[in-house]
Nanobody
Framework: QVQLVESGGGLVQAGDSLRLSCAASGRPVGGYTMGWFRQTPGNEREFVAGITWNGGRTDSADAVKGRFTISRDNTRSMLYLQMNSLKPEDTAVYYC???????????????????WGPGTQVAVSS
């Protein structure tokens, strides 16, 4: 089993930045694909960004390209999401996730991932 816990969310103004962190524990996660999803009330969880086991490949949703950057530190079992130029439409609960296998490409559907954190709220005011 792997436990994931997100932190770093909060209330900010449009144009501000936030850095989300995800701490993994239970088992080493350095060999597996990880990602960030977000969800708003009444909507399905949507892909934000993903990263392969060694950081060699990343991908992000069109809505956040050029503004959000995903990274990881396998030595610390940490995943990060740097969010710049935040917009009100970025308001959501953000979830850290891990797929219990290595992948060449980045899975973009929630059902392709195996472990999830409880989420952290990000609210962006206009």
């Amino acid at each position: 089993q792997v436990q994931l816990v997100e932190s770093g969310g909060g209330l900010v103004q449009a144009g501000d930045s936030l850095r989300l962190s995800c701490a993994a524990s239970g088992r080493p996660v350095g060999g597996y694909t990880m990602g960030w999803f977000r969800q708003t009330p009444g909507n399905e969880r949507e892909f934000v960004a993903g990263i392969t086991w060694n950081g060699g490949r990343t991908d992000s949703a069109d809505a956040v390209k050029g503004r959000f950057t995903i990274s990881r530190d396998n030595t610390r079992s940490m995943l990060y999401l740097q969010m710049n130029s935040l917009k009100p439409e970025d308001t959501a609960v953000y979830y850290c996730t891990l797929r219990w296998s290595a992948t060449v490409s980045i899975p973009m559907f929630a059902n392709e991932y195996d472990f999830w954190g409880p989420g952290t709220q990000v609210a962006v005011s206009s």
